[in-house]
């Protein structure tokens, strides 16, 4: 490019470069300021129960698309005892302390969030519990931090439960499908020394998986799993199937849970 | 990022463990131990950017017929081999290309693959029990697990060798990743000699 004519043709398709040179280096540094700024104030955003308020958001809007995704809950697969682990894994000890008597335990209900009157708290003994046919269940029990176990358990089904004894509904009357007004949000369990404590939709609790249990490996549950009644509910995560029922309850708001404290999803259904 | 509280990812078998995918001294240096709750917050986020990203490019690519582009043909199996000893200056031949050569085709194809795949996996590990058909057709939990993590060193090996090669090539194809076209000064003389190919080589 010697001579000084050059064409007009070129030189606009120059100028044309550079416009567009300068224009997408422009958006591209903007773009990764503002993933910056983002970050720095998705970091330094306030914590919800444990979890920073824009991750609680999206976890919460996670949970809400399950429940109205999965109305009509499936089984757990079921599998033949043969394939149930016998060192059955323990991986939480809150609230199994030694100060346990188990002699002195009684199942406490409370049939309504306000107990005013001595007549809406129900005590039973494991016997009470033990009163119903036994559902042997072999199911996959996932942990939340990963791992899984084929495991062997046995109790009585919640719902079978909660039908007997009128648990779970405002009008006090069994529970009946075709009034789902009636029945609770939620029912809450806490172990008797109230240090760990679950939430759990009730949906999930009136599955018929979902067990009041009392066996394992068809022999009474072991101190460390829970003795005398712990729930097995193979649509939630491990964290859910709370050892040592001391407490149950119900509510329409959603009953404190430890692991949601922590920063955990509330509903952590599988 | 969901593993920090429980690492059960290992190559090996029974107690025997060959490579800890993370062994400790990882979680030590960036901080990461006992941070299970906030790993699968961030994992069950950023899973929407993951689909929503994933659907608008595919989406584009349709409707742009980038997709012709991209998609590998007969030739390039061949071809992609050849670019492999071409880059790794194995061999000087160096095969005929479109915007992408042929070892880019198959890799950005495969990529897109991998993303139904990881879609696919997470879901059977997200909600195994709801979507237990998916699970079982992934060969169960335990492998829909393995299957999802082995898909994402996939994405981490892409990323490394991604940015590798964008620095052996250097300014002009950088810019041309951002600006989206890429100029090109033409030897002959005819009247104009600079044009602007739309091209972008990512």
């Known amino acids: ?270 | 990022m969901i593993y920090w509280a429980n690492d059960v990812y290992k190559l090996g078998w029974g107690d025997k463990t060959l490579l800890k995918f993370f062994p400790d001294s990882f979680y030590a240096a960036l901080h990461l131990d006992a941070r299970l709750a906030k790993g699968m917050a961030f994992h069950f986020f950023f899973m929407w950017l993951f689909f929503v990203n994933g659907f608008l490019y595919v989406l584009y690519t349709i409707i742009s017929g980038e997709w012709r582009l991209l998609l590998p043909n007969r030739k390039s199996f061949k071809e992609a081999f050849q670019v492999l000893l071409h880059d790794l200056h194995l061999s000087k031949y160096e095969p005929p290309k479109d915007k992408y050569n042929a070892a880019q085709r198959i890799v950005y194809t495969a990529i897109i693959i991998m993303g139904f795949g990881s879609l696919a996996t997470g879901l059977a590990i997200y909600k195994p029990i709801q979507f237990q058909w998916l699970c079982t057709l992934l060969g169960g939990y335990e492998w829909a697990r393995i299957e999802h993590f082995v898909l994402t060193i996939g994405y981490v090996l892409f990323f490394i060798i991604h940015i590798v090669q964008v620095l052996l090539a250097g300014w002009n194809n950088f810019q041309a990743m951002v600006t989206g076209f890429e100029v090109e000064s033409l030897p002959p003389t005819p009247p104009d000699n600079t044009i602007i190919k739309t091209d972008s080589k990512e």
């Open chain 1, 1 to 270: 490019m010697e001579n000084k004519q050059v064409p007009d043709e070129e030189r606009k398709i120059n100028r044309l470069i550079k416009q567009r040179t300068v224009i997408s280096f422009t958006v591209f540094i903007l773009l990764i300021i503002g993933a910056v700024i983002c970050w720095n104030w998705f970091n330094n955003s306030p914590e919800d129960n444990g979890a920073l308020r824009p991750l609680r958001k999206v976890l919460t809007a996670n949970e809400d698309i399950g429940r109205k995704l999965f109305k009509n809950r499936n089984l757990a697969k079921e599998y033949p005892k043969s394939k149930a682990e016998n060192k059955v894994r323990v991986n939480g000890d809150i609230g199994m302390g030694d100060e346990f008597d188990a002699n002195k335990w009684h199942l406490i209900i409370m049939r309504h969030p306000d107990c005013a009157s001595k007549d809406s708290i129900l005590e039973l003994s494991l016997e009470d519990v033990k009163g119903f046919p036994k559902k042997d269940l072999v199911f996959d029990f996932k942990c939340i931090e990963g791992w899984s176990q084929i495991t062997y358990w046995g109790g009585t089904r919640f719902i079978d439960f909660l039908m007997k004894y009128h648990l779970g509904t405002h009008s006090g009357r069994s529970i009946d499908i075709n009034h789902p007004e009636d029945i609770y949000n939620y029912v809450g369990m806490m172990t008797p020394d109230s240090s760990y404590y679950v939430g759990i939709d009730m949906l999930s609790a009136m599955h018929p998986q979902t067990l009041l249990c009392y066996e394992m490996n068809g022999a009474a549950l072991p101190m460390n799993q829970g003795f005398p009644l712990r729930l097995i509910i193979p649509l939630k995560y491990g964290v859910k199937n709370i050892k040592r029922i001391g407490y149950i309850y119900f509510s329409d708001s959603k009953p404190k849970d430890y692991w949601y404290e922590q920063g955990y999803e509330y509903d952590a259904s599988l």
